[in-house]
């Protein structure tokens, strides 16, 4: 049976920051979530676009061309070869849409980077309780 999922209500159950979890594909890429604070560190990803979306809080997108902020609603795509560096000074509930080839920090490897067997680990259930007539 199809299950709808709350983007928000995933990313909030994540106990690790800077660790996004996949809950959907899309074609060649994939839906990710994650909790976030503090920075990840300046990287880029040369060949793929990153869209970010801020399901809650506050996250902020230093580039070379200046920084961008996001709030609650607010979404950015960093396009492809942009060096960036994400931040957010409380924590953040955010939603990626990344193509399947994306390095989590490009080819910068950090303490924060994850690799894709780990973004795949699996996420809480997110079945609705609401009984519908």
């Known amino acids: ?3 709808a999922l709350s983007p928000r209500g995933i990313a ?8 996004p979890r996949v809950i959907a594909e899309l074609d060649q890429s994939y839906v990710k979530v994650a909790k976030v604070q503090g920075t990840i560190g ?12 801020v399901l809650k809080g506050c996250l902020r997108i230093d580039m ?24 957010a000074p409380d ?6 849409i990344e ?11 950090n ?3 994850r690799t894709l067997a780990e973004q ?3 996420v809480p259930s997110n079945a609705c309780s609401r009984e519908f007539d």
Do not use: Q, Y
């Not at 300046?42 to 979306?53: G, K, N, Q």
């Not at 200046?66 to 994400?86: M, S």
């Not at 924590?91 to 990626?96: K, P, R, S």
């Not at 399947?100 to 490897?109: N, Y």
């Open 42 to 53: 300046w990287h880029s990803h040369e060949s793929e676009d990153e869209l970010f979306v």
């Open 111 to 113: 303490e924060k980077t």
């Open 120 to 122: 795949l680990r699996p």
């Open 64 to 87: 070379e061309a200046g920084p961008v902020v996001l709030n609650e609603g607010d979404l950015f795509v960093v396009p492809a070869g942009t060096r960036h560096n994400p931040s």
């Open 99 to 109: 193509r399947k080839s994306t390095l989590h920090t490009g080819t910068v490897v």
């Open 12 to 19: 909030a159950s994540l106990t690790e920051h800077w660790s």
């Open 1 to 3: 049976m199809p299950e």
């Open 91 to 96: 924590e953040c509930l955010i939603m990626l």
